[in-house]
């Protein structure tokens, strides 16, 4: 009942460029189908980093605004957002309980922030230019922060106090973490290295060296038998962590490779690329398995949900996007603004939001255009958005979406004289939702 008074007060936001839903239409219906949302402010923020919660219940995105967002997994409402940094937010990570959240911003410091009350508890200042990277230690004890004066340093949590620095990249860091463990520490570089450390005493044990330009992400698996880097170079390389030796070289991304992740139980690999593409890899041949397409801008960061069922990714289009790991199916949509509105959209065209701006709402097709207002009831559907970022497995998002919005449209007349042509003079570039299956 909450999330339909939620509806009636409007779904809108106002942060968001043209964003473009496509329809679910019947075989008889080929005329083009969307929603639009009609600029009236900037372009959303890049999406800058991502990090999903141990129990997959809360999503964190960091923010070129210098933000940190975050959602509630489940139904892609915005719960909270963190506002401090004074830069864009390079990386983020959530406590193993979920109770703590770390960011890195390029304002070169370190913030540790309260979930539930969204208080900034400690500041970690220390590095001399922007931080690139940040983890927390299995056990909470401590944090680790790596940045573009090279070095990586070791917090304590409790008291703030700088117990370690990690000097040996010839250029910046670009990427750290923890074992599961937490006995080792992984590092990656822009000076075209991936290097291997012991946590407690700082020594460095290896140096994986094989990428021919800087390495923008690196991951061990979480039985710490292998290491995933992807770089500039546009490839992804899997080493043996035990002896450093390459295993295997994978080759599709046609720009560097800028993210990538390892699947909870290690059988699949996931990168993210300057292409604007996610690809889904096999951990045992190194086949691609599928092409995950949709963003229209760089893809910056991307992660699992620990049920390895669903894959998440963020893009400098400003977009926060939850996909289908089986399917490659987009399943939701989620943007932000800087004032704590937000949007969630599905393939379908049903969405949940927050605010009120009905004027900036338009239901699209072809070159007509309709108000927005006589659809709410059909189309802001939180439940509807909760039911695809669950799969849709009880087919409910595809019974509803299925001609029931042709026969509305059929219905109602258009605004006069108002269409896509005249509506779109001096929009930002849309921001397209493939269809589910494209």
């Keep these: 009942m909450r999330n339909m008074r939620l509806c009636r007060l409007g779904c809108a936001i106002g942060a968001a460029a043209l964003v473009a839903i496509t329809g679910v239409l019947p075989a008889s219906a080929q005329e083009e189908l969307r929603i639009e949302l009609v600029p009236k402010t900037p372009q959303p923020d890049p999406v800058a980093s991502l990090a999903v919660s141990f129990d997959g219940t809360r999503l964190l995105a960091g923010s070129a605004d210098g933000t940190v967002q975050l959602w509630d997994a489940p139904t892609g409402a915005l ?15 959530f406590s193993l309980d979920g109770a703590f959240v770390l960011s890195g911003s ?14 900034p508890l400690r500041t970690f200042a220390g590095h001399s230019g922007a931080v690139a990277s940040v983890a927390f230690s299995p056990d909470g ?51 075209h290295t991936v ?39 546009r490839t992804l390389r899997l080493w043996d962590a035990a002896t450093g030796a390459l295993l295997r070289t994978l080759n599709g991304h046609s720009a560097g490779v800028t993210a990538v992740a390892v699947s909870p139980d290690g059988s699949r690999l996931l990168s993210g690329s ?12 190194g086949a691609l398995l599928r092409t995950l397409n949709g963003h229209v801008r760089e893809v910056d960061t991307v992660g699992f949900l620990p049920d390895g069922l669903r894959v998440v990714s963020g893009s400098m289009d400003g977009t926060t996007r939850i996909w289908d790991a089986a399917t490659g199916d987009q399943l939701a949509i989620l943007i932000a603004s800087r004032d704590g509105r937000w949007l969630a959209t599905t393939p379908a065209g049903f969405f949940a939001a927050s605010g009120r701006s009905a004027d900036m709402l338009t239901v699209v097709r072809g070159a007509e255009s309709y108000p927005v207002v006589k659809f709410y009831e059909q189309l802001c559907r939180p439940d509807l958005v909760e039911e695809a970022l669950r799969g849709d497995p ?45």
């Excluded at 994986?208 to 995933?228: E, K, P, R, T």
């Excluded at 300057?274 to 041949?285: E, F, I, N, V, Y």
């Design 106 to 119: 390029a304002d070169t410091t370190v913030r540790l922030w309260d979930v539930e009350s969204g208080a």
């Design 274 to 285: 300057a292409d604007r593409s996610l690809k889904l890899w096999d951990t045992a041949t």
């Design 79 to 93: 719960l909270q957002v963190f506002a401090g940094h004074s830069d864009r937010v390079n990386s983020v990570a």
């Design 195 to 233: 290097k291997l450390w012991d946590a407690a005493s700082g020594i460095l044990l290896r140096t994986f060296a094989g990428h021919s330009a800087a390495v923008a992400s690196a991951v061990l698996s979480g039985d710490g038998a292998y290491v995933l880097s992807g770089g500039s170079d």
């Design 394 to 438: 009880d087919g409910k998002l595809k019974d509803a979406a299925q001609g029931a919005l042709v026969r509305l449209l059929d219905r109602t007349p258009a605004i006069p004289g108002e269409t896509r042509d005249k509506r779109s003079e001096g929009a930002i570039k849309a921001l397209p939702v493939a269809a589910p299956g494209q």
């Design 141 to 191: 004890a401590y944090v680790l922060s790596g940045g573009r004066d090279n070095v990586m340093k070791l917090w304590d949590v409790a008291s703030g106090a700088l117990l370690r620095s990690f000097e040996g990249h010839a250029d910046a860091i670009t990427s750290v973490g923890f074992s599961s463990d937490g006995a080792l520490i992984l590092s990656a570089g822009a000076d």
